[in-house]
């Protein structure tokens, strides 16, 4: 696992826009996986930017989000898909019908989360996944005890999460309480992961991600187990970490075909 410490969460962001621009330019029709939430925000809108003013070109480009409420339809404001129309898809050149969110009102959900498996092999894998962190050590939405080997299906979100969530619904009562997300399986069969994680209520999280041991009890730690894991984190929430120094090392003396600046 790869962890970079950087100052704040602005400059933690900037650095993921950098790693999935590089994506997109040595390979022009890669596939992204992408996430949601208040963390991605500043990386969207650096992505924005470099569309806009450096010609970033996302023509060819396929996403596939990890997850999406049940019961909200595509128009709801806090639905997924509405959110990646307006913070990415509307101010880019993608292609409509090359971005992929499991629909969350299918009449029968469970061929809904097969068929959005088959569509991610269908399209060859998912080349980068982008992912937030829960302060339970959720991703997507795979919560605590919850299998490491799970595929695409239909999750019962925790009270953590809601309570977490639930102040951009209005209350609690109007959040729904399940989920479709892609698997903890599903993610680590991403050639790539880059997972972002900033401020310290992410910080117990981000420790035992990095430093505890493999456990359901905190599905992020799955992530020990890529061949390629790219955790960015910021002064906050990396506070917790006991061997930050070594990352600071590592970091500082990479080769220069390993930096991002």
């Known amino acids: 696992m790869e962890v970079i410490i950087r100052k704040d969460a602005d400059t933690g962001c900037l650095l993921g826009a950098r790693i999935i621009a590089r994506y997109v330019r040595e390979k022009p029709n890669c596939v992204l996986g992408l996430a949601t939430g208040r963390t991605p925000l500043r990386l969207y809108q650096e992505l924005i930017r470099m569309h806009r003013d450096e010609g970033l070109d996302f023509s060819r480009v396929t996403t596939f989000n990890l997850d999406e409420y049940v019961g909200l339809p595509a128009t ?10 307006e913070n990415l898809f509307r101010h880019i050149n993608i292609d409509p019908a090359n971005t992929h969110i499991p629909d969350g009102t299918a009449a029968d959900l469970h061929t809904e989360c097969r068929a959005y498996e088959e569509r991610i092999i269908a399209a060859g894998g998912i080349d980068l996944q982008l992912l937030g962190l829960g302060r339970n050590g959720h991703i997507g939405f795979n919560e605590p005890s919850g299998s490491l080997r799970s595929r695409t299906w239909i999750k019962i979100l925790s009270e953590q999460t809601l309570q977490d969530n639930s102040d951009v619904f209005g209350s609690r009562s109007a959040m729904p309480r399940h989920a479709i997300t892609m698997g903890i399986g599903t993610i680590l069969d991403a050639r790539r992961c880059l997972l972002l994680a900033f401020g310290p209520p992410k910080a117990r999280a981000v420790e035992r991600m990095i430093e505890g041991p493999l456990a359901a009890i905190c599905p992020a730690s799955a ?32 080769l220069p075909w390993q930096r991002y600046d």
Request: aromatic share 14%; charged share 25%; no cysteine.
């Open 76 to 85: 709801h404001d806090q639905s997924y898909r509405y959110f990646m129309r």
């Open 223 to 254: 992530l020990q187990l890529h061949p390629r894991a790219t955790v960015v984190v910021d002064e906050a929430s990396g506070s917790a970490l006991q061997f930050s120094d070594h990352y600071r090392w590592i970091d500082a003396n990479k």
